[in-house]
């Protein structure tokens, strides 16, 4: 007999570290997300009792896809439409048949990639694409996933269940995109993790310790999706961003949680693991030559964590590194902080003017990060008032608590210098 | 399994009768329901009269009132429809971004339930 406690968590180990595993398994073999969550949570009940009288068996997970699979047979058979039924229950048999609990979860098929692209599916909405993912692959809860997204339990359950329905309504199919579907499908996938990433990133870690989570998850996902399609550029791309990013995690915060700009971190307090592991994948995936938008991203975070101080920056470098981004991705951000390394590679007033002409027609008024950006050009010239200026109007523009204090912080330096 | 192909636009958006572009838009409508109808997805499909045509009805209390004008007054209008046979809802939006108004207007795909028994 195991002790409770030690039965408790390796039951929690397991669900977490192969819920995603088990349930794409039994989605495969059920067609359908509900009854296949339904039945391994009743599976997972029912190895509390099992697991504590028998010990635990050799391989937990297998055991939890085969006891879920008997559930089905048993919902399957209590369910209304019985006759109708009959072929998936005699399926089941034979699958039974097939598996067994002394398996190990190796020699199940991983069918997590197929599950990642129902979840992210285009005929559903982007935050129910990255609820999904979490709760499905992820086996996050549905509360825990709430207070991530700061949505009532209640608003989260409904927001999934009608995913559900909805899956289950319309066919959304359980499988990879064809060869000429799977760019855009696949860029859906990884705009949801980098979303989770980025969700998790730009919380403060210290306050709410279940958003630094999401960045784990985000990163575990990655690799799982890197490790099952290991041809495809972007997902390797992705996976250096969020790992470079990722290692200067701690440094990025004060105690008090606010904020620290890139220049004024504490760089032996990057994590130098993480460093190495994304630079390591940068190196094996650049010269495949397939280039986008991560892995260029990537590469930027790379040249930063790899320089000593930042003084040393190579702007040169990650000046030409925007500029091949620009031309991909032509968006503000990417503008924006490609002007921001022109002030350091060439001058300062040369990005001023570059900033200039791309608002040409005040399309940027209202996007703050443009009027952050010039306060900063304006105070490194000692232009403290039109700095204020813009920096007031960025305040007024920004939707982030954190940022908002930033960006005083900035504001009261400027006003400190005119006056 | 069907689904439905609901057709959605804003009448002047598309191309006018008598305009040289009307010709080829009903053209491309055409091809659109051979292609359907030789894929074997074909279940039905017809165009609508415009929503000044529309009449709504309603019983409240045993009465029926009628009103002049459609359900919705919206910008962009019910013009169409076709019901098709599709394995899965990749299928069916597929065919629906084949759909000629697509390009100027909206196409809402709904599956068509099935009873139980």
Redesign the interface.
């Known amino acids: 007999m195991l002790p409770p406690l030690t039965l408790e968590r390796t039951i929690d180990k397991t669900v977490r570290e192969e819920w995603g595993r088990i349930l794409a398994s039994l989605v495969k073999s059920l067609g359908d997300l509900q009854l296949a969550e339904d039945c391994l949570q009743d599976a997972i009940v029912s190895a509390m009792s099992h697991w504590r009288k028998n010990g635990l068996p050799n391989s937990p997970a297998a055991w939890l896809i085969t006891v879920a699979r008997r559930k089905a047979i048993d919902r399957l058979r209590k369910g209304q439409s019985f006759a109708a039924k009959q072929n998936e229950i005699s399926y089941l048999f034979d699958l039974e048949n097939e598996t067994n609990d002394e398996m190990d979860i190796g020699d199940i098929p991983d069918k997590r990639l197929e599950l990642i692209f129902t979840c992210c599916h285009p005929a559903l909405e982007e935050k129910t694409q990255v609820a999904l993912t979490l709760r499905t692959l992820g086996g996050l809860s549905t509360e825990d996933i709430a207070r991530a997204y700061l949505d009532s339990a209640d608003t989260m359950q409904r927001r999934l269940s009608r995913a559900k329905k909805k899956i289950a309504a319309v066919k959304i199919p359980y499988r990879v995109p064809d060869q000429e579907d799977l760019p855009e499908r696949l860029s859906t996938v990884l705009r949801v993790l980098y979303l989770i990433f980025n969700e998790g990133y730009s919380a403060s870690s210290g306050e709410c310790l279940t958003r630094s989570d999401l960045s784990e998850e985000a990163i575990r996902l990655t690799r799982i999706v890197s490790r099952l399609l290991p041809n495809e550029t972007e997902v390797a791309g992705l996976l250096a961003l969020m790992l470079l990013h990722d290692a200067r995690r701690t440094a990025r915060t004060n105690p008090d949680g606010s904020m620290i700009a890139l220049e004024h971190q504490n760089r032996a307090r990057w994590n130098n693991a993480k460093i190495t592991e994304g630079v390591s994948i940068l190196t094996d995936t650049l010269p495949k030559r397939r280039i986008g938008p991560y892995q260029l991203q990537a590469a930027i975070s790379a040249v930063h964590d790899q320089s000593p101080s930042w003084d040393d920056t190579d702007w040169q470098e990650i000046l030409a590194l925007y500029d091949l981004l620009y031309e991909i991705q032509p968006s503000p951000v990417v503008l924006i902080n490609r002007a921001m390394a022109v002030s350091y590679a060439r001058s300062i007033d040369d990005a001023l003017t570059l900033l200039d002409q791309a608002n040409g027609d005040g399309e940027l008024d209202t996007y703050q990060h443009y009027f952050a950006a010039r306060a900063d050009l304006f105070s490194r010239i000692e232009k403290f008032e039109q700095a204020a200026s813009d920096l007031k109007t960025s305040i007024g523009l920004s939707k982030n608590d954190q940022e908002r204090a930033f960006l005083h912080a900035k504001l009261e330096q400027c006003q400190k210098n005119t006056s | ?1 069907q ?1 439905i192909c609901l057709i959605y636009s804003a009448p002047n958006s598309e191309p006018q009768p008598g305009t040289h572009e009307f010709g080829a838009y009903m053209q491309s409508y055409g091809a659109f329901t051979e292609k359907v109808r030789a894929d074997g997805k074909f279940v039905s499909g017809d165009a609508l009269q415009g929503t000044e045509t529309a009449t709504t009805v309603s019983v409240r209390g045993g009465k029926t009132e009628t009103m002049d004008g459609p359900f919705a007054e919206t910008k962009e209008q019910l013009g169409g429809y076709y019901l098709l046979d599709c ?4 299928e ?2 597929e065919y629906a971004a084949m759909i000629p108004t697509a390009a100027h207007g909206r196409i809402e ?3 068509v339930v099935v009873w ?1 028994n």
């Not at chain 2, 394995?87 to 990749?90: L, N, P, R, T, V």
């Open positions: 399994m689904f394995k899965d809802i990749d069916a939006l795909v709904r599956p139980d």
